[in-house]
């Protein structure tokens, strides 16, 4: 599915998130911060946005991004073929790094894609070095408030249309709206961090409470 949508997908969520997608980036990044001379992992990198705003951001930094879509990587490639990001084809599943080896690990809009978010989340901590720091991004379930019909609305009708104008691939977009409403609110999310080792679990909603920031450490 994502090596479909690879060449309409920024275009897809610039329009779909009212142009807001790349503000959470750049939290993201604040909130991963400078990982020195170190190296940090932008995993399910997609285009590659996260990854280079890290290499923006951080001059020194070494910035790996990893994801399992050839397809992806290759915009990702086009997209920013005048940094100095490695891009490497990974599965979040099973990576393919050593024990320890970033000082932080960010990704945008994974875990929802997964089977298993805590066994994703036990092998980030394990390439993670100690005091190491993992950022998410994510779509959480809109909460059931006075806004809740006008975010199902969108949600159900406007963001598979968009797909369907945008992408000509309504499926993929109504597989997003989906795997939001089944994925994790976002202190279930929390928790699921908590259990796979990380320490200083915190998280920031933004877009009406429909995006998710999350954060933790290895200690
Ligand atoms: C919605 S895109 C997000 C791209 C980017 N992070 C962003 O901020 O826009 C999700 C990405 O996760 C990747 N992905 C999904 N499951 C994965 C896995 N198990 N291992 C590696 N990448 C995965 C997909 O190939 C896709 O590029």
């Not at 996260?50 to 990893?66: E, F, K, P, Q």
Request: charged residues 20%; glycine residues 10%.
């Amino acid at each position: 599915m994502f090596d479909a949508i690879a060449g309409r997908y920024d275009l897809m969520n610039r329009v779909m998130t009212l142009g807001q997608d790349q503000q959470w980036r750049k939290f993201v990044v604040r909130t991963a911060g400078d990982p020195g001379q170190g190296c940090t992992l932008d995993l399910a990198t997609g285009t590659g946005d996260i990854a280079a705003l890290m290499s923006d951001t951080y001059a020194n930094a070494r910035v790996v991004g990893g994801d399992f879509s050839l397809n992806m990587l290759n915009e990702a490639k086009k997209r920013f073929a005048d940094t100095d990001i490695l891009w490497h084809a990974c599965d979040a599943n099973c990576l393919p790094f050593a024990d320890g080896s970033f000082a932080s690990v960010t990704f945008g809009y994974l875990l929802r894609n997964v089977d298993d978010a805590g066994k994703v989340l036990r092998e980030v901590h394990r390439v993670l070095k100690p005091g190491g720091k993992i950022v998410c991004l994510d779509t959480t379930p809109p909460e059931k408030n006075v806004l809740y019909p006008l975010v199902r609305f969108y949600f159900r009708f406007g963001i598979p249309v968009m797909g369907k104008l945008l992408a000509d691939d309504a499926a993929a977009y109504a597989y997003l709206t989906g795997s939001t409403m089944d994925f994790y609110n976002a202190a279930a999310l929390a928790e699921v961090f908590a259990g796979a080792g990380f320490t200083h679990v915190g998280y920031k909603k933004f877009m009406l409470g429909t995006i998710g920031v999350h954060w933790g450490e290895k200690s």
